[in-house]
């Protein structure tokens, strides 16, 4: 699967269990780490734990491992690493102080509606 398809099918995911403002930023052209973040927000510590959960468990059912994972102590952000791309999913004040998108302000932003 190509990686902007993937990071689609990731802020697809997402949406299950009620993730919001979802962004998919392209590091492509600006940074070896990814090809893209998906960030999202989320209102509780439990909603973050339930959003990462289920992407976890739909990418597995699609034979998908995440390589590497961090944030399950805390759960202000999770981070949830697949090589070409990486999720962050945010309690919204945590997203706000670490503001991710200004960091990678000079990357492409695609923005992924809210259901």
């Not at 289920?54 to 994972?69: A, M, P, Q």
């Not at 202000?76 to 670490?98: C, G, K, Q, T």
């Amino acid at each position: 699967m190509e990686s902007l398809q993937f990071a689609k099918l990731i802020s697809e995911l997402t949406k299950i269990k009620k993730a919001y403002n979802i962004k998919i930023i392209d590091l492509k052209n600006v940074s070896n780490i990814a090809d893209y973040f998906v960030i999202c927000s989320a209102d509780s510590d439990r909603q973050v734990k339930a959003i990462a959960d289920e992407v976890d468990k739909n990418l597995i059912e699609r034979g998908i491992k995440c390589f590497h994972r961090e944030g399950y102590e805390t759960l202000n952000w999770i981070i949830m690493d697949y090589f070409d791309v990486v999720l962050h999913i945010f309690r919204a004040e945590s997203r706000n102080y670490y503001n991710l998108e200004k960091l990678w302000g000079d990357a492409p932003t695609i923005n992924i509606p809210d259901n």
